[in-house]
Every structure is written in C-alpha cells, then in structure tokens.
C-alpha cells in the first residue's frame, strides 16, 4: 500500500532537479496534474522528453523548469505552433535535442528493452541526422547494407496516467497507447497517475488490458481529472477551447505569467483546479458512452 | 445548388482533387485536417473499403467527428484496432503496409523533397522554427505512393528546401533508386491551381490544371522553372454529390474548408 500517494508527495520524492523526464501519451493521456505540480515544486533545470511537446511542456518551460527539450514534434497539436517552446529555442534559451517521431520512439523501444541501440531502415532524408550526432549508421552485419541507429532513452522518471490502476500499480489503459508502456519500462522510476484506483479482481477481470505491471511502478497517485485539457478515452474529452486559448495566451509573457500564477501555482492540486474551472466546463467536456462487449475469459 | 457548386473554395478543390487519387482498397496513413477530410471523402464515394490508420496507432478508424488532433479517441471508437506508436510505424508502415501517406510541409522543392523544420540556412539559428518531422521522415521513405497536398504559393515551392526534413527524389535522376528506400515517394502534389507529378527524372511537372486556372498561374507561383506536360488535362469539376459530402457531413462547421477564394 505504500506507494499509494498523493501526485505532491510522489513528485517531491521522486523528480530532482536536473533529472530526464518522460511525461508521456500522444495527445491522450497526457498528465497535465503532473506537470502543474512540477512547476509548483520548481523544480530546475530538467530535460523534458516527450514525441510532442504539447502544452504539458509549453508551460512548464514558461515556468522556467527546464533546460532542454527532446522532441520529434513541436507543435500546438490541431491548433498550430507551441509557442513558448519555440521561441526559447529560437532565442538560444532552451536546448533541445530533434527526432522524427520513429526514432524518437525507437530510443525509447530501446531504452524499455534493455538494449543499447535501435536499428532503423534509412530514410534518406539525411538533414536531421548529420545535424544530431545521436544518430548514426552503421552496417547491417547480415546484409552489409546500411541502418540507422538510435541509442536507447532512459529517462530518469517516467509519470503515465492511466484510466484505472489497483494500488500496487498494476495499471489498465484502453483508448490510443501511444508510448505509455514503452516510457515506464525505459525509466528509472515510474509515477502512474489514475482516474480512478481499483481493487486488483478488477485488473485480473481483464488482464490483457493491463500494459504497466505494478512491480515497475513506484508511486499511485489516484488523480481524476489529471490529463485535462487533453483527454482521456472513455472520460472526458479534450478541452479544445482551451488549446486555442492557450494559443493567445502564450504569445504575450505577461498572460503566460498570469496564467501560471492563477491556475498553477494558485491552486493546491488537481482538484482544486477542477472545481475551479466550473460546472459549464465540466459539462462541456463530458461525453457519452460507447461500451465494449465483454470477453469470455473462461475457467481453467 | 449550381451556383454552390461554382463557387468552390481552395481547400474544397485541394481535398476533392486528393481524394480522387486514392482507390479503392487502399490502406491510408492519414493526418489531420485536409488528407482526414480527403480519405473519408473518398470512403464516401469510391473508395469504400479504404482502411484509414493514424500515426498514434489506429487502424481502420471510423471517425464521426473531425479529429481534434492526431490523438483523437474519436479515431479510436469503432476502429478495427489500436497499437503502439512503435509498432505503427514498425509493425505497418517500416514493413511496407502502408499504401498511401499523406504530407505537406512549409516547403516542398522541385523534386518533391519536403521541408517541415526551419526556415532560413542555419538550423542552429532559423529564421522560422517549424514543428519538425512528426511522422513525415519515415512516411515519405516508406509509403508505397505519397501525395502532398498544399496551396500553390511560390515561398511554398523553392528550387531547393532550406532544409531535408523528408525525401522526395532527393536531387533528381536515379538518386531515390539508389538511395534503397522501399517506398515510390511522392506521386502528385495537389495544389489550388493543378496537380504536379514527377517526370522520369523525379521533377515535379504541371500535369493538370484545375477548371479556370492557367499555366502562368502556376509558373508565377513556382519557384522554379516549372516544365509543364504537353497534353496537359483540365481536373473534373467537382461535383455536387463531393461538395455536398464535404460541406453537409465532413466540415459543416469549415474548420479546414474555410478560406481559399
């Protein structure tokens, strides 16, 4: 039952300053309570990993947490450029480090396998890889033709939300996997954040739902709500309205910082910041359901 | 209804015109806005066993609404299946089962090369910063057939992109052959004023023009001297039964069909 925590207690334990962070979900799942409460500790000089930066790293850049980013695409996803992000790296402030979403999440692939490198048929678009060292080619030793490779990323902590999770972290997700799976095996630490905490006969009711096994797992942070205003298959939708605000509002610093100090650093945690964001939001972003019929497991 | 039909706006054009290229049958790796628009347009008419999948990993996606991002679990509801982003890129298009991939970028040169990542000669320091590839390097080297799908604006069309964020035919000539890339590389670039496709050489070439629009149009919006078929062949209007599937069914609210004309 230990590692059942709240998401404060399990990012003051487990992120330190200067670590590789990998807060992962290709525009679902995104944990955005996580990212909030980074910023609240301020935390400094991390590196922050992700295929799309989204606004989880838009912001807390503008918070002044990290000193690099590792991406493969960098943009306001549906909406257009992710502002802050860029014009650090624009203005020299921000190391960044670019993929293509493949290798991006090759490395990765690589990291949550144990091994040391990825291989990859070339491309031949060669901009990009004379550009980061990281890639390189070596020779098929079977065929003595080229491959790229890409060394493994381990990151020093991974943070997942997941639909559902049972205390010791055994952790269910349904809906578009992205890199979830791939991120927690790589890492060093794994922070699983759930909309909802069950008992384990639900996980083992449906075991092949189950992409996290809770002995990689080191905190549960039940946080519902945790991945708005991106979303959560199954719970709520994606907050488009904001995605074109925040669009506004990182164009101007003195809007950024009014943001960050009202609905970040003005709250305590994700369900303050629910409340607050009001009855007509959460209404807005309720969806209707769409069941999946039941399998036969069968007795054995 | 005639006169709706005889007004139609440059994305409605670029959208129809891309989906009468796909066939029937096709496995589709789509993106969001215009090429999501295109496919399920094509699914529509003549294209009925089109199977759409996603980079996020979605295979076969049945969307009843415009995907607000590639993320979208609209894309997931009622799809044939979800996997990884590894496996989606390893699994189907690395090993060459994906027919069709859709690009576009701020740039795409005379042979078809695309550019996604900056403006300007020095990475370090762009002019513009754009997103970078996402899931186009791989796409363009490893589809069967790739369509790009892009206003026809001369900044858009350089002899030469600022920067190689996907291969088209590289610098012309036998050079993709040699390059052992599994995929055919771009096919047709559809733009508001035609259609190009790569001659023998891999340049890309005015094939068709779309009713109305001329070749002047066309080489006054194209950075380079852009070499025109000798037979060159007017686009179908599009039809009634196109628009009215995109404007009724697909956009009724223009959120990508807005602009143009």
């Not at chain 1, 291989?119 to 678009?125: E, F, G, L």
């Not at chain 1, 189950?210 to 519902?224: K, N, S």
């Not at chain 2, 347009?41 to 990993?57: C, D, F, Q, S, W």
């Not at chain 2, 920067?163 to 610098?171: E, H, I, N, Q």
Request: net charge negative.
């Amino acid at each position: 039952m230990a590692k059942l925590m709240t998401l404060s207690k399990a990012i003051r334990e487990f992120v330190n300053d200067g670590d590789l962070i990998y807060a992962a979900g290709f525009t679902h799942l995104i944990p955005f309570a996580a990212g909030h409460e980074i910023i609240r500790q301020q935390k400094r000089d991390l590196i922050l990993a992700r295929a799309t930066p989204d606004l989880i790293y838009d912001q807390i850049v503008a918070a002044g947490c990290a000193r690099k980013v590792i991406f493969s695409y960098m943009g306001n996803p549906g909406v257009g450029s992710l502002r802050i992000v860029r014009k650090e790296i624009e203005n020299g402030k921000l190391e960044w480090e670019e993929y293509s979403h493949f290798s991006m999440i090759s490395r990765l692939q690589a990291g949550a396998t144990g091994l040391p490198f990825m291989p990859m048929n070339p491309t031949a678009a060669k901009d990009l890889e004379s550009l980061n060292s990281e890639y390189r080619m070596v020779k098929d030793p079977y065929s003595g033709k080229d491959v790229v490779v890409v060394p493994a990323l381990k990151p020093d902590v991974a943070i997942v939300h997941v639909q559902r999770a049972d205390a010791e972290g055994n952790a269910q997700i349904w809906g578009i996997i992205g890199e979830q799976k791939e991120a927690a095996f790589a890492s060093g630490h794994v922070i699983l954040t759930a909309e909802e905490i069950v008992e384990e006969d639900v996980i083992r009711s449906d075991p092949n739902r189950t992409i996290i096994p809770g002995f990689i797992v080191d905190a549960v942070c039940h946080t519902p709500y945790c991945a708005h205003p991106s979303y959560t298959q199954g719970y709520y939708d994606r907050d488009n309205v904001f995605y074109l605000e925040w669009d506004q509002i990182s164009k101007d610093e003195m809007a950024t910082k009014n943001y960050l100090e009202e609905w970040i650093y003005g709250v305590n945690d994700r369900i303050e910041y629910w409340e607050k964001l009001g009855v007509e939001t959460h209404k807005r972003l309720q969806i209707k359901k769409r069941m999946s019929i039941p399998v036969d497991y069968g007795c054995y | 209804m005639n006169n709706q039909a005889n007004h139609v706006a440059s994305p409605e054009l670029l959208t129809i015109n891309a989906a009468r290229l796909l066939r029937d049958g096709d496995v589709v790796f789509v993106g969001v806005g215009l090429p999501n628009l295109a496919c399920n347009l094509a699914k529509r008419t003549h294209a009925p066993n089109l199977v759409m999948i996603y980079e996020a990993g979605v295979i076969g996606a049945q969307p009843v609404r415009l995907p607000l991002s590639i993320g979208d679990p609209t894309l997931v509801s009622g799809a044939l299946s979800v996997c990884s982003m590894y496996d989606i890129f390893a699994f189907y298009l690395q090993r060459g089962n994906v027919d069709v991939g859709f690009l576009g970028g701020a740039q795409i040169d005379r042979f078809g090369n695309i550019n996604a990542t900056i403006i300007g000669s020095d990475y370090y320091h762009p002019k513009v910063r754009l997103p970078g590839s996402g899931g186009s390097m791989e796409i363009s080297a490893w589809a069967n057939r790739c369509y790009i799908i892009t206003p026809h604006q001369k900044r858009r069309f350089p002899e030469r992109v600022d920067f190689r964020t996907s291969a088209g035919f590289l610098d012309g000539g036998d050079e993709r052959k040699k390059a052992d890339l599994r995929g055919a590389g771009p096919q047709a670039v559809v733009t508001d004023i035609g259609i190009l496709e790569p001659d023998e050489n891999g340049e890309l070439t005015l094939v068709s023009l779309h009713p109305g629009k001329t070749e002047e149009q066309a080489r006054e919006n194209t950075g380079w001297a852009l070499k025109t078929v000798n037979n060159i062949k007017v686009t179908d209007h599009p039809t009634e039964n196109e628009l009215q599937i995109l404007r009724v069914e697909l956009d009724p609210d223009r959120i990508y069909l807005k602009g143009g004309e």
